[in-house]
């Protein structure tokens, strides 16, 4: 059957996928999706955890990034069916997932995911926390279930963190600092080296967010599954890099408090206002 992602109906679509079902998949590593190659040159990534907030990311990203520094792939299509599965179709990257590599051998894996790092920490958009849509943060820093609505500014996230932050006696305010571009999910299975060995591709933007720009590396030591090889030196890295204020590292322990606190506790979240 041949697809043509840009004209075909949504339901010819969605029914290309489920027909398909897992068959052919291109990963089978990615937790509650999947992705299947629709064309040699696209995949679909759809599953119940497949959001439009993911594509929105996904797209920015593309649009915004200097592709002689990082890249990643276009985003054609973001459909849904009635159950709310996403169905994300993108381009289809051929090469080597990092999580394959020997970083004895490629010893420059880690400056270049630093530089990357520091590259999105350059761009900004506006000052509403966390992703574009109406969807709040997914991710390891927001517990199991993420947040439900979109935080509608930084005063709304602080009362969000202060919430948690006041079983401690703490507080929290991130208004002095800029909103940047964060992936958020560096496990090394969400990037690939493409077939030039040259170019780095960014895959996997459901956690992404604009946020100060320690969340990048707040966000590491929760990576799953763990990577030792890769995580200690990349952090290690990236605080040399960042060289973090005494405000940020201070600022940065707090939103692990917070994160902590979402894992144990329940907490009711009211309607916010900017």
Known sequence: MDLHVTTASNEELIHFCIQRGEEGAVFADIIGAIVVKVTPTIVVKWGYSVTATEAAMQEFAYKNINH???????????VQDELERGFLFMD???GQKLLDLDLTVH?????????IIAYLGQIKHGQRPGPIGEKGPQGYLWGDDGVDKAFVSVANLNRYLNRRLS????????????????????????MILGEDLRSIYLLDWAHAG??????????????????????????????????????????????HYAQAATLRWQFNEEPEEA
């Open 167 to 190: 079983l401690r006696n703490d507080s929290i305010d991130l208004s002095p600092y800029p909103l940047v571009l964060c992936h958020m999910d560096l496990v090394r299975r969400n």
């Open 92 to 94: 289809y990257v051929p």
């Open 68 to 78: 002689d520094i990082v890249r990643v792939p276009r985003v054609y299509r973001f």
């Open 107 to 115: 010893a420059d894996i880690i400056p270049r995911i630093t530089n």
């Open 210 to 255: 604009f946020y100060p720009r320690f969340y990048e590396l707040a966000a590491l030591p929760y990576m799953s599954p763990y990577d030792e090889l890769y995580e200690k030196p990349l952090i290690a890295a990236m605080e040399s890099m960042m060289q973090l204020t005494d405000d940020e590292k201070r600022d940065m322990k707090l939103v």
